[in-house]
């Protein structure tokens, strides 16, 4: 508590600060604070879209023009309230960022940020080449903001308006990281593939997160076509879009605070460049921008977390969360009854160009059943667990779940019909808390969105989320770290918080890839009872494992594959009789 409230007082000493700031600086300080205020926000955008998700964008300038140019028209020709033209900008942003999002967002690794800089390019040539907006010589006259009686008309009045906006979309945005969207969002920079296992809708999310990113630098622009009164297209190129990025990438391109810290030294450091630079190279051009350059590339090098996490070694660390275990538990899904079928594998196929790695495989899990799957290395066990679960679709084959064919549904789809799974090569986010990556396998179990996440409208279902990750986590026997990050474990612990992110999900079948590797003889005795006690339960498990003591002494039947093709299937004792496995598989051991 003594930490959270030395945080508070940092808060409160940076507010006071700023409240100050404009009645004691000088005008010129006022106005580079004001523009530190406006770059922060465009580059708050960018922290969502690029540090926390994963996306990087050039383009954000155009979006700054975008509600720059939209007030600017409205006021000046239509004599609209530059209040209404507010919302009007964030329309057509809004509109603009979703279509956009819609052909960009499907590029993958760096067809994107080269998408970014068409578009970038495209807007910025727009607003110079329409009459109506004035061409090359842009628009003026536009009228300043009136807030009751009060009339903004210098930089000085400006300053709170900037930065109060740019404090309550820092709170918005660190509530919104902070929930089930949020978590949602920072899956995406593991890869979609988790994501959309746990029945997250990825393109969904990262649609989200572009269009926010966007708004927000939409209203950067309405302030500052306010501000300025006068726009041309200047502003808005790529270079500005770049620079951009450069303040989020510098400042800390994951942290909410970096955009700040990161605008400021931008801002600060362009402006010292540029008196000093020409007088030292003796002619005049935008030579900051080759420091930029080199400032970038050192940033990469040696820092790049950014500016942010090495001031934050100076201040306290935040106090880990404590989870109340008195909120109400979630909803449970009926499970099947015991001993109905489950899931039927009838004719799986999978080629990989020449290679058919799963071959004509059938088998069947029943409710409260664990069916042991095993098979040498490479004989398809992976290949299958893909295929039934959607991350890598079947080429060929018939998959029924719960009564229902799944096999060319998307993976999100047979997440939310129960069934869950984990990933022989982890799939966890490293800098995350245990609790906060096993919370995602809870996402299908929310339903607030994320502008329910930006205004804590969301506290009471975050809470039964919180809760039912730490049961699963306890019931993992991961209890002692909870709040540690998910990197620093042991490997085989990583698997268990595999485990209770399934679990999470409420499943009613799970897939287990080879749960047990890594653990110790008590570490794998527990997971046997674990497992045990999930089956008594009704949950029906497909488990690849190749602890044959393990597997022996658990599996109600035992699949068991070579080549892609399935040998065998029995109960555990026929399968340690059948000669063609002995021969196989254990032919080396017997
Ligand atoms: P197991 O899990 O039983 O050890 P896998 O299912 O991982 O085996 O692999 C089966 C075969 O398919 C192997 O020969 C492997 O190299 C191949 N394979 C698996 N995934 C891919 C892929 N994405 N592309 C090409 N070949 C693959
Ligand atoms: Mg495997």
Known sequence: ??????????????????????????????????????????????????????????????????????????????????????????????????????????????????????WGISLYYLFGNLAALGGHTGITGIPSLQLFDLELKSGREFFYLIWAVLLLIVLATRNLLDSREGRAIRALRGGSLMAEAMGVNTPRAKIVIFTVAALYASVSGWLYAHLQRFVNPTPFSLTQGIEYLFMAVVGGVAHVWGAIVGAGLITILKQWLQDWLPRLVGESGNFEVIVFGLLMIFVLQRARDGVWPIVMRWFPKPVARVIAHDSQPLARRSLPESGSLLLEVKDASKRFGGLVANDRVSFTVRAGEVMALIGPNGAGKSTMFNGISGVDPLSSGAVTFRGKRIESLLARDIARLGMSRTFQHVRLLAGMSVIENVAIGAHLRGRKSFVAAACRADRHEEARLLREAAVQIERCGLAEQMYEATGSLPLGRQRLVEIARALAADPCLLLLDEPAAGLRYLEKQALADLLRRLRAEGIGILLVEHDMDFVMGLADRVVVMEFGRKLAVGLPEEIQRNPAVVEAYLGGVE
């Open 1 to 118: 508590m003594k930490r959270a409230a030395q945080g508070m007082h940092f808060l409160l000493v940076f507010m006071a600060a700023l409240v100050l700031a404009p009645l004691v600086l000088p005008e010129f300080y006022v106005t580079l604070l004001n523009y530190i205020g406006l770059y922060a926000i465009v580059a708050l955008g960018l922290v969502m879209l690029t540090g926390v998700g994963g996306l990087t964008s050039f383009g954000q300038a155009a979006f700054v023009g975008l509600g720059a140019y939209t007030s600017a028209y409205l006021t000046t020709v239509h004599g609209v309230s530059p209040w209404l033209t507010l919302p009007a900008g964030l329309l057509v942003t809004a509109a603009v960022a979703v279509s956009l999002g819609l052909v960009t967002l499907r590029l993958s690794g760096h067809f994107l940020p080269l998408g970014t800089i068409a």
